[in-house]
C-alpha cells in the first residue's frame, strides 16, 4: 500500500479540508473546515479508507461494527465489507413508529461493538452514540476515527476508558500540507492557536477603496481601470470566449455598461482580422468605456515574448490596454510590456495547478516593483500595492468537467480582497447575457461595499 501521507493526500484532493475563515455551529470561527462525506464518493478511496483502518485495530476484539450516522456510515459499510465483521446501523432519530428501535440489524447482547466515526472534536456526538449502543446491552471498547481534530476529544473518551485510534490527526496534516506548501505559515500557526483552544484573530484588515487605490497606483492602467470602476460602480471583467468576431463583438456592445474590462482570447478567434475584430472592438470599449484585456498568458524568456507582444497575426500591442502573463522567465521577461499594464498570472483557479504557496511567494519576488505591473491574477489574498483580479468565478456552479473551479463573487471579494472579478461562461453562456453582466456587476459592487 502507498504510505499514508501519499493516501492522506489523495483524500486531500477531494477537498475534506478547506481553510480559510469558517463560522462552525457554535458560532466560533475555525481557520479550517473539514468535511470527510467526498470520501465516500470516490469507492476506491472508500475501500483504502477502510482498509487503513483495519489495519490499526485488533479485529479479533470486535463481534460488530457501528458507525456514527450519518458521515460514517459509508466507512462503517465499508470496513464490514473488508473486515466480514458485521455491521449495525444506528439511527439518529428513533422511528415514530413500528418497532422505535435505535439500533438496526443483528445483535445480541454483551457482544463487542467497534464505533467508527470520521471526525473527533469534542467527543460529544461519539459519547452520545456510545450511551445509546450500551443501552441495548452492547458493549463499546474501541472507536476508530478518519481525523481526530485534537481538541480534547480523545482525552475525554480516555477519560472515560474507552480506547480511540485516528487515523490522522490534524496536527499531521498541517504538517504535510506545509511541507507540499498548500499552506502557508500564518495558516499552520492560526491552526495551531484554535486547536490549543486560543481564540483565533483573524486579521480584521479593512480593504483600501477604489479611490484610496486609485492614490497610490503609479501605473496609468491601474488608475485607468479603478477611475472606470468608480465611475461604472462597477468590479466586472467579462470573459469573452468566443470563436467568431461576430458573437465577441455582439456581446462587447451588450456587456459594455457594465463592465470595466473586456478580457479575450484572440487567438481562438477562427476569423481574426485587424480591420474586422480589432477595430470594432476598439470602437465598443470607447463607446462603453471599458478596457481591453489580452488574456495572451506569455511564459517565454524576454526576447521572444518582445515578439509575440508586437508582431505575428495579433499585434497585441497596439490594442490591448492589460496583457496577462506568467512571470517564469523572471522580472525581466517582463521589461518587453510597454504601453499596457501587466496582470501578472500568481495562482490559477483550476484544480491541481501547479501555483502552490511556494510558487507564489517566489512569483511575488519576481513582480514587485516591477514598473510595468499592475497587479495579479491570483485566488488568494496580495499586497494593497497590487490590484487583485480573480477569475473561475459562477454563481451558480462550483466547477466544470476541465478542473475549472468556482467561487462566488461575494466569497473572493470578501475572502481574497479581489479588487476584479473576471466571469466567463456564468455570463455569455447565460441565457440572458446582458442581464447576467448586469447581476455579477451588482453582486461584485454590494459584495466590495460590504468590505468596506
Ligand atoms: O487561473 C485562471 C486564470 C485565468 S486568466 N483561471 C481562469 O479561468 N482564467 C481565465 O478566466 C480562463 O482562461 C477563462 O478565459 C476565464 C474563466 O472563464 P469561465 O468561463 O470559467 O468563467
Redesign the pocket.
Known amino acids: 500500500m502507498e504510505s499514508k501521507k501519499e493516501f492522506f493526500l489523495e483524500c486531500y484532493k477531494l477537498g475534506i479540508i478547506k481553510f480559510g475563515r469558517f463560522t462552525l455551529k457554535s458560532g466560533i470561527e475555525s481557520p479550517f473546515y473539514v468535511d470527510l462525506r467526498p470520501l465516500a464518493s470516490d469507492p476506491k478511496i472508500l475501500k483504502k479508507l477502510a482498509n487503513y483502518l483495519l489495519e490499526m485495530l485488533p479485529l479479533d476484539n470486535f463481534d460488530i461494527i457501528c458507525g456514527v450516522p450519518y458521515a460514517a456510515l459509508p466507512m462503517a459499510t465499508a470496513m464490514s465489507l473488508e473486515s466480514y465483521i458485521p455491521l449495525i446501523i444506528k439511527r439518529k432519530e428513533a422511528k415514530s413508529y413500528g418497532t422505535k428501535k435505535l439500533i438496526e440489524g443483528i445483535f445480541a447482547k454483551g457482544q463487542n461493538c467497534l464505533l467508527v466515526e470520521d471526525v473527533i472534536t469534542s467527543g460529544k456526538s461519539i459519547l452520545e452514540t456510545i450511551e445509546e449502543v450500551e443501552n441495548e446491552g452492547i458493549i463499546v471498547s474501541d472507536i476508530v476515527v478518519v481525523l481526530d481534530r485534537q481538541q480534547g476529544g480523545r482525552e475525554k473518551l480516555e477519560a472515560k476508558g474507552y480506547k480511540v485510534h485516528s487515523l490522522f490527526k490534524i496536527s499531521e496534516v498541517v504538517k504535510i500540507l506545509r511541507e507540499m506548501h498548500y499552506i502557508d505559515e500564518d495558516e499552520v500557526a492560526r491552526i495551531r492557536d484554535f486547536v490549543n483552544g486560543n481564540q483565533v484573530v483573524f486579521e480584521e484588515k479593512k480593504r483600501l477603496s477604489y479611490e484610496e487605490k486609485l492614490e497610490i497606483a503609479e501605473h496609468s492602467f491601474a488608475k485607468k481601470i479603478l477611475e472606470i470602476a468608480i465611475e461604472k460602480r462597477s468590479n466586472l471583467i467579462a ?1 469573452a ?1 468566443f470563436v467568431t468576431t461576430k458573437e465577441l463583438l455582439a456581446f462587447a456592445d451588450i456587456a459594455g455598461p457594465h463592465i470595466v474590462a473586456l ?1 479575450t ?1 484572440v487567438d481562438i478567434l477562427n476569423d481574426f482580422d485587424e480591420d474586422e475584430t480589432i477595430l470594432p472592438l476598439k470602437n465598443l470599449a470607447q463607446k462603453h468605456n471599458f478596457l481591453l484585456m489580452e ?1 495572451r ?1 506569455f511564459a517565454d524568456i524576454g526576447n521572444t515574448q518582445a515578439l509575440q507582444f508586437s508582431y505575428g497575426t495579433f499585434e497585441i500591442s497596439n490594442w490591448a490596454d492589460l496583457v ?1 502573463s506568467h512571470v517564469i522567465g523572471g522580472s525581466k521577461s517582463l521589461d518587453c510590456f510597454v504601453n499596457v499594464g501587466v496582470v501578472a ?1 500568481l ?4 484544480q491541481g ?1 501547479l501555483t502552490d504557496s511556494h510558487y507564489r511567494e517566489e512569483a511575488l519576488k519576481v513582480i514587485e516593483n516591477h514598473p510595468n505591473v499592475i497587479g495579479c ?1 491570483a ?1 488568494n489574498e496580495i499586497s494593497d500595492q497590487l490590484l487583485l483580479f480573480t ?4 454563481l451558480g456552479k462550483k466547477g ?1 468537467d476541465k478542473g ?1 473551479q ?1 467561487h462566488a463573487p461575494e466569497h473572493v471579494i470578501r475572502n481574497y480582497g479581489t479588487d476584479f472579478i ?5 455570463i ?2 447565460s441565457d440572458d447575457p446582458e442581464l447576467e453582466a448586469l447581476r455579477y456587476k451588482t453582486e461584485g459592487w454590494k459584495a466590495y461595499l460590504s468590505c468596506l
Open positions: 470573459s470566449d478580457k482570447h488574456d498568458k496577462t498570472i495562482g490559477m483557479s483550476s495547478a491574477v485566488q477569475p473561475g468565478v459562477h466544470d475549472q468556482y473576471i466571469v466567463g461562461r456564468g455569455y453562456k
